[in-house]
């Protein structure tokens, strides 16, 4: 039996909203399945991702498959109940930014220090 962690379709017509479950790959993709582990709404602006971590993890530990949707949807993912958009990489690279812009705020505050050793330079030598 080959286990795939894949997407059932649910809601309207023209407004598909997922459910990320656990299936025997034989069954169809709306069938029968053997657990729920999360819910993708693609149709919310950005995409609402959830996972149940714990039980992903489990799944993919004793050999279930991802297709390929739900390995981007699971790469994206950010915590529990994330509100992301899902978009490739370029979103992930997007976040270390914030860091990068801390390691440079003391930069800034150097100068700073330089021009009040300066300023007591100055007063030293008035005195």
Not at 34 to 46: D, H, K, Q, T
Not at 50 to 69: C, E
Request: hydrophobic content about 40%; charged content about 30%.
């Amino acid at each position: 039996m080959a286990v795939k962690i894949r997407l059932a379709r649910h809601g309207a017509k023209k407004r598909p909203y997922y459910r990320i479950i656990v299936a025997d790959s034989r069954k169809p993709r709306d069938g029968k399945f053997i657990e729920e582990v999360g819910r993708y709404n693609p149709c919310v602006s950005p995409s609402f991702v959830t996972f149940d971590i714990d039980r992903v993890q489990y799944w993919l530990g004793v050999g279930a498959q991802p297709t390929d949707t739900v390995a981007r949807l699971w790469e994206n993912y950010d915590g529990p109940s994330a509100v992301t958009g899902v978009t490739p990489a370029p979103a992930k690279k997007a976040a270390p930014a914030p860091a990068a812009s801390a390691v440079e705020e003391p930069a800034t505050e150097e100068p700073a220090a330089e021009e009040a050793a300066e300023e007591v330079e100055a007063t030293e030598q008035d005195a």
